[in-house]
């Protein structure tokens, strides 16, 4: 007798580079997706290529992902809190005022470390999330099962989890994303002004240059709105920045060696401890966490695990022998396994050995 | 009867990533190469490998490169010409001071803009140079051979050649260069800094932060000398670069939309217009131009066209039918012609249609 396994479901508003190509992985993956697109054409472009598998919001999905431009995150996720029974999260790169806006139960925040040089369905890649950071922003309401089932398919697209408020994301990510894109276009057009005094000026520009402003040509509007959207962040992380920049000119106007050194040997270091793209833990051990009787534990775990810089794979919900209270099995880099449950004890959790 | 053909010799002193570079596309070429390096063994590591074929300085070599670090370039420079009867050039990346200490004719500055993630003589790559822009700063004492002697090497090494005064070289590269490192540092110890508030912080990077940081992995002491050495041009460009950022703050902080995208636009359409790699003339026109009876004519010709932002290919000197005095031959993309003529006729030059 065969068996019949029911095939799981999905849906992908807007199908961009980053919805593009959730859905290409999830339709590798065996998922049945319904997609969904402003621009006339694309959907069936996407249909025709095989990304996504039908046209429209399937009622039924287990999880819809938003994927529209930062300003249009609000109405597009109600919508689809409307239209479909499941999980919504979407992929916005500010997370606050969505997050607060936006109080069902049955979303949670997302974010994909993710990017290419590609631009909309054209770069739709199914292996663009492998060993990227998915950042999820649960809250307080968040039920363990939205989160675990968030948690979950995020790892099936190829991407480990980590968990932060929506503030703390918006906070952060100024740093790494925000003001290093506002910095590589103001670096940019400064050469610009100064080729205007000598025209071979930009035929000087090597490899570092190159590098340094890669991510200035990319296209203005969803910068823009984000600039909007985190702006108390970017200005905040912008004046630390500058000062850093003004310190950096009086070392290097005082001829200063052992400081600009202490500087440049900080940054080389930092540089380097930069984490890589995370493929697989190498030697991992799995740590047993009953889910006590109150809600959000699950992302509560996660949360404490980014604050202890401890990355968490292959998380999932299992029942125990004793009873009907689910238990979270989690797999951690075996040196860190103390880190965690140190401070899962320390947040009122019982993690076994 | 068998032809003999006179092998090329040059000398290079200094082993590092240039150097080897250097020495090994010399040597495939059939150059006889001769090289030194002060670190014991690294000689002899290169001759093991096939890069230089020598130790020591060979008096005869037609040229010399002098590629150790900026602040010991002027004795290395100063030994080879003492040493050596041919052309001296180095591969700094300041040029002003060392331009003016170092009197002879048979000097002329350098600075190839190309690099590699690779440190030392285990980066050495024949192909380092392939389309990439090398600088040369002549001065109004340098003879046209030695200039003529210098640009010929260059294009052998697979570089075009930029012609600008040392002073011009050092305002111009604190811009596309030092700053540029600079702010990678600066970025990147602030994402450190920050990363003490949240260990997840520096997990959140992805490709844009990386590409932006990645020059900040370099070692520490070739860019202490740096700024010292052009620490007036560097502190001017940071200043520039402190006023934009602060503008652009105003400019998030108002939600200035508006002001915003020109600004990204901008940047945006520069990016884009950073010039590739060149490795060949689309359509190539010869341009001959008499070199008229006065010194560094052949410099002025390129120096011109560095203003103009010409680029100009397999410059060779020949002799002209009617006499004795020489004639530059450059190549030139066919738009570029008239320009080039338009110029060349202003600064005095004949040149030929």
Same mark, same amino acid.
Not at 99 to 112: E, L, M, N, Q, S
């Given at each position: ?6 095939? *799981? ?11 593009? %190509? ?5 339709v ?23 990304i996504? %598998?039908?046209?429209?919001? !399937? ?7 938003v994927?529209?431009?930062?300003l ?37 925040? +997302? ?35 939205v ?10 697209? +190829? ?26 276009a ?8 100064? %080729? ?27 910068? &823009?709105?984000?600039?909007?959207? !985190? *702006? ?31 500087? &440049?040997?900080?940054? *080389?270091?930092? #540089? ?24 959000g ?8 695990? @980014?604050?202890?810089n401890? !990355?968490?794979? !292959?998380?999932?919900?299992?029942h %125990?022998?004793?009873?009907? *209270?689910?238990?979270a ?16 004890? @320390? #947040?009122?959790?019982?993690? +076994? #050995?």
């Amino acid at each position: 007798m065969a068996t019949v396994t029911t095939q *799981r479901c999905a849906n992908v508003v807007g199908l961009g580079l980053i919805g593009g %190509s959730i859905a290409a992985r999830l339709v590798e993956s065996g998922w049945r997706v319904h997609g969904s697109d402003p621009h006339p054409g694309r959907c069936d472009l996407a249909i025709e290529r095989g990304i996504v %598998s039908d046209a429209g919001l !399937n009622p039924d999905a287990e999880i819809t992902f938003v994927a529209v431009p930062v300003l249009q995150l609000r109405g597009e996720v109600a919508a689809a809190l409307a239209a479909t029974k499941g999980v919504v999260t979407d992929v916005g790169s500010v997370k606050g005022p969505l997050v607060a806006d936006v109080a069902d139960p049955r979303f949670i925040g +997302g974010h994909p470390m993710a990017g290419s040089e590609l631009d909309g369905l054209d770069g739709a890649d199914p292996t663009l999330f492998e060993g990227a950071t998915w950042i999820l922003t649960p809250t307080s309401e968040t039920p363990d099962s939205v989160f675990a089932l968030a948690t979950a398919v995020a790892n099936q697209l +190829g991407a480990n989890v980590l968990a932060l408020s929506a503030e703390d994301h918006d906070r952060l990510i100024a740093v790494v994303s925000h003001v290093p894109h506002l910095t590589a276009a103001t670096l940019m057009t400064l050469a610009d002004r100064r %080729s205007e005094e000598h025209a071979s000026l930009l035929r000087m520009a090597a490899g570092g240059f190159r590098d340094m402003t890669r991510i200035a040509s990319s296209k203005p509007g969803l910068w &823009l709105d984000i600039c909007r959207a !985190n *702006r108390e962040a970017i200005v905040a992380t912008l004046d630390d920045f500058i000062v850093g920049l003004i310190d950096l000119r009086g070392t290097v106007d005082a001829d200063d060696s052992a400081g600009l050194e202490r500087l &440049l040997l900080r940054a *080389r270091e930092a #540089r380097s401890n930069l984490p890589a793209r995370v493929r697989s833990l190498e030697d991992a051990v799995e740590v047993r966490i009953p889910i006590p009787d109150r809600p959000g534990s699950a992302a509560q775990i996660f949360t404490l695990a @980014a604050e202890l810089n401890v !990355n968490l794979a !292959n998380f999932e919900v299992v029942h %125990s022998a004793e009873g009907d *209270r689910g238990v979270a099995v989690v797999l951690v880099e075996s040196g860190q396994v103390e880190l965690l449950r140190g401070g899962l004890i @320390a #947040r009122g959790f019982k993690p +076994g #050995r």
